[in-house]
């Protein structure tokens, strides 16, 4: 059975519940470039990209999207099935998730067709968030590099909460290793970036913004930001 049968059953599994039963998010934003989590800039930007998500239990699944307005194209349309683990070895603290993903690419910004990625991740939520993950390209088989580990660290400050909703501060750092990952291999930068988050109600606007310094040739030193907008139910 292959990648995309198996995320078409677990498509079918979700949609087999009663809506009562199922929590997800519905979001679109608009953002300057489209920096990938490795530090690639792909396409020209400003990019529209929009997200469904939805969840039952320790199972969700995605759709997400990426459609450059200057190219007038879609790069890339991503669908995925994540299975989350809760309260790992035990702590409040500590939550896993493993993802099985397809990534296809429409257009011919990236040169092939798509790509089978398998993820792991690990998050810790404390005084400072921290959260791991070890994504690895399974395209055409499997091997032992073709790997990313991304790592980000967040620290959301609530400035302002009330019954109306709440105004939030969220400063994150991140990078990226990679091995052999699309053709690059080490360290690829270092990503400081701010988040103004509302909420209200089912509702969240976010105002974002980051640079990006590059350790590696092909990947951009880059600053950029964007703005989205989300319905949780």
């Known amino acids: 059975m292959n990648i995309l049968n198996k995320l078409a059953i677990a498509g079918l599994l979700l949609g087999s519940v009663s809506a009562d039963d199922i929590g997800g998010v519905v979001e679109t934003s608009l953002k300057s470039k489209f920096i990938g989590r490795a530090g690639f800039d792909t396409g020209s930007g400003p990019v529209n990209q929009s997200l469904v998500a939805a969840k039952k239990g320790n199972i969700s699944g995605f759709v997400w999207t990426n459609a450059d307005l200057t190219d007038n194209a879609m790069h890339e349309i991503d669908i995925g099935v994540n299975y989350h683990v809760p ?7 500590l939550s896993g998730k493993v993802s099985l993903q397809h990534w296809r690419y429409p257009s011919d910004e990236i040169p092939r067709p798509y790509d089978h990625m398998g993820e792991v991740s690990v998050g810790y939520s404390g005084a400072v968030n921290l959260d791991l993950t070890l994504s690895h390209i399974f395209t055409d088989r499997l091997t032992a590099d073709r790997n990313m580990i991304y790592g980000q660290l967040s620290k959301p400050i609530e400035i302002v909460k009330s019954k109306r909703g709440s105004f939030s501060l969220i400063p994150k750092l991140s990078s990226a ?9 080490g360290f690829m930068h270092a990503t400081p970036a701010l988040d103004l988050k509302l909420s209200r ?12 310094k590059s ?11 964007g703005a989205s907008i989300g319905y949780n139910f």
């Open 215 to 225: 350790f590696q040739d092909g990947i951009p030193s880059v600053t950029y930001g």
């Open 87 to 93: 309260n790992l070895f035990g702590s409040k603290k």
């Open 201 to 212: 109600g089912n509702w969240d606007v976010t105002v974002s913004g980051a640079h990006q």
């Open 177 to 185: 290793w990679d091995d052999n990952y699309f053709w690059t291999d």
